[in-house]
């Protein structure tokens, strides 16, 4: 019986992450785009534009959690179109142009979500000196809006608490 029951559960698991109440499949996919833009890698870059739009798509709103539930609403339909650009460009430039648009609507699912092992980054010569954000695996920073060329600009987002005491 014990068998049965932990075949059953590992059975669910997947479609449950699958269904949306586990978002990290798409933080993932991200972050698969974050290190080909960083390693200045087209195709790398391409394959996981077109990775991620299809976590975006196998989302459920509706088996997200409440709290998570409106930020989607929100931002799922700016990152399809940002992935659709990014998924039709022909060149790094273009997929980058693309990809501050994913990151903005990321990084805002990432402040209710709260993927593992995620830090928020800034670029601050981005586009011509208006500077980007991104979302990396903590580490050394890995630009992904200049790649090899300055592949360590950017440093770290520090939270914002919003004038609450926090003791931690």
Known sequence: ???????????????????????????????????????????????????????????EATSLTSAIQPEWKKQSDHLSMALKKAGVANDLKEVRKSFEHISMAVIALSKVAKPDGFQEYRCPMAFNNKGANWLQKSGKTANPYFGSSMLRCGAPVKAKHHGHNHDH
């Open 1 to 59: 019986m014990l068998t049965k029951s932990c075949l059953f559960i590992l059975l669910l698991s997947p479609v449950a992450a699958t269904a949306g109440e586990n978002l990290s499949p798409l933080f993932d996919a991200y972050h698969e785009l974050q290190t080909a833009l960083a390693g200045d890698d087209l195709q790398a870059a391409k394959t996981a534009t077109s990775k991620l739009q299809t976590e975006t798509n196998n989302v």
